[in-house]
């Protein structure tokens, strides 16, 4: 790898397009003072990344843009373009050639470029760092910088010659671990702040969760008591409703039989009045038979005449003539009035009215023969035979009037018993009547009873439906209450018969205990289910877990990260020593080189620094102060014959000899890829110019050169030579010259 070719246009005062080809090892640039040769190596810098405006003479961005002149307009960019070859592909890309471009603008702002392709710095800085070209720019020495080294401070003087071995590269990454260290423990503390945040809300939702845990233990008690008791419930509801509903359909069964009853009742009550057939037979007959009796009681008269008659006639004819006063008898006349007295008895006893006034008509006809009797006859004596005759003919006719009565009374004995046979029909009827209206009554009051109690059990029923009702909304609360859908208490063993036979009390006493209990649970949970207790809590837990793991792995990141620098550290001394070790090798040979003996080398140095607070005010100073080591470089020189032991009693071309001896001792040792030196050579007399001029040649073996000279000896080791010169339009111009022309022109 080597730089190829370095394009420069609007840089300072190159306005327009330059382009040096280092085709050589060794390449000079020479020309008058003045003429612009140091931009040349400031526009290294430049395109190299360097942020440091001092370092390229600039104040501001602006500085670096090609200003104008008298006969040209200033330039709004400035671009320059460094092109390395990469055949052998030291820069880790896929290139021939890498050309890395940087472009400013007036209005400060800035671009890079990768083989065209635009890119950040960091991009820039990371592909030059891989062939070990830092911005830094130890390897290009400006004009009047060669001796920096021996006048910087033994700190700083490390730090360039750490750079110079390659050593930056620890630096920057210890100072990467660090940052990153920083922000692992930045991420460290934020993440325990953050835990130490949400510690006291995962307490208190931790304390929600126990009263959820309690709250779903106690739901799964209540489950269990509203399993039971739901399950005993409808027990009872199942067994009531059959029950109920079995009494119902009895009561109304026996409530239709007494229906049906008391209207049979109702229909017999009616058929037996007094308007019946019987009763209007019963009455025609006893007429009938009154008119039969009638006429047998007029017969009875007849007869009992024609008997006084048949009597009177006996007498008559019996009796003798002259006695014509009659006696009656003391026994006839009592008979006579036992017999009234008899009949008269019979008659007033009875209602019927033809008897009575039958029996009238009879006792008179017995007092008018009674009469007849004892008033007496004409008095004949012996009975003719016309009074026999007549006799005869009243016994006749007496005979066929019994006989005539005697039908008579068959009659009546006939109208007797067909009366007798009625009132026996009717008497029976009578009673069945009394019955039907006794049946009517008591099915009456039966249908009313059975009304009644139907009611009731009909009452039962509706309070029962309300039972049912309140049966189902238990459950469904229950459900509710205990976060399912529905209740299911199927699984739920009770002993049924205990459950029907406990009295209700009981169940009562159950439901009050579930009261109890879902008042219980509305305490702890306030009717919520804790479901998002529970997720909040669970995701404030995997939160707190998984910052305790990221906390973790930040520790462990950050101890690796600890182990890391530590590493870097150990390295980066190790290689320093060693650095240091063959440095001083070169130096003390370079060193002896240029001045003909003597020695030189590096020693590291531990300086001590008193470090104070500024922020406090002390009390009490020495307590506060303390020391603080710094490593650094001192440089160790003694001159052949010549007792000079420090750099500052070093003259001028001195101190150039020894700076140069030591920056070509560290490029020695670690070759940069190319080598600016601007005017290095300044102060050097002509011996020590050919010395110098050794010097850059062996160092050309190991790192292209691009020196700045106005120095013969030097411009003669040079492969290639470039002059630069400046015309009155104040522009750096650029062309390829010879040595001879070289001398010339540097003169
Ligand atoms: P010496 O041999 O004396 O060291 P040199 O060849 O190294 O001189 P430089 O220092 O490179 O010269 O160039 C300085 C010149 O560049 C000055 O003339 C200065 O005016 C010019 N210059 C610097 N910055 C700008 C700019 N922004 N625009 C135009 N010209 C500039």
New binding site residues.
Partial sequence: MRVKSLEISG???F?KKSTFDFGASISAIV????????????ALRFVLGEQSLKSM??KRT????????KSSE?QNRAKVIITFDNKDRTFPVDYDEVAIAREIHRDASSEYFLNGSSVRLKDVIEILSSVHIGASGHHIIS?GEADRILNTSPKERRAMIEDALGLKIYHWKIVESERKLLKTEENMRQSESLRREIAPHIKFLKKQVEKVEQARALRDELALMYGDYLKREEAYIQCAREKLHGEKENLERELHEANEALAHADSLRGVHTKDSAEVALLVSVRAEMGAVRRERDDLGRKIGRFEGMIEFEERRMNAPQEAHEKTVSADEAENLAQNLYDELGYAESSEDYLYIKGVVSATRNKIGKFLEHIRGSDGQRGPSEAAIKALEDLHIEHKSLLSAQQNLEDVISGFETRIHELERILETKRAETTDAERASFEFRAKKQELTLRLGMVREHIENFTRDEVSFREELREGGILIGRSILDYTNIYIDVAQALSEPRAEQEARRKKIERAKIRLEDIMGGGSGEDIMREYEEAVSRDEFLAKELEDLKTSAESLRDLMRGLEEELGAQFKDGIKKINKQFSEFFALMFGGGTASLEVVIEKKRKRSDTEIIENPEELEEEEAEEGIEVAISLPHKKIRGLQMLSGGERALTSIALIFAVSQVNPPPFLVL??TDAALDEANSKKYGDMVATLAKYSQLIV?T?NRETMSRAGIIYG?T?GSD???KLLSIKFEEAEQLAK
């Fill in positions: 840089f300072k005062s306005a020309g008058p003072n003045g003429s612009g040769k140091s931009n040349v190596a400031e003479r600039g602006e500085d670096l843009i090609f200003n104008g002149s200033r004009q601007d005017e700045i106005h630069v400046m104040a522009i750096s």
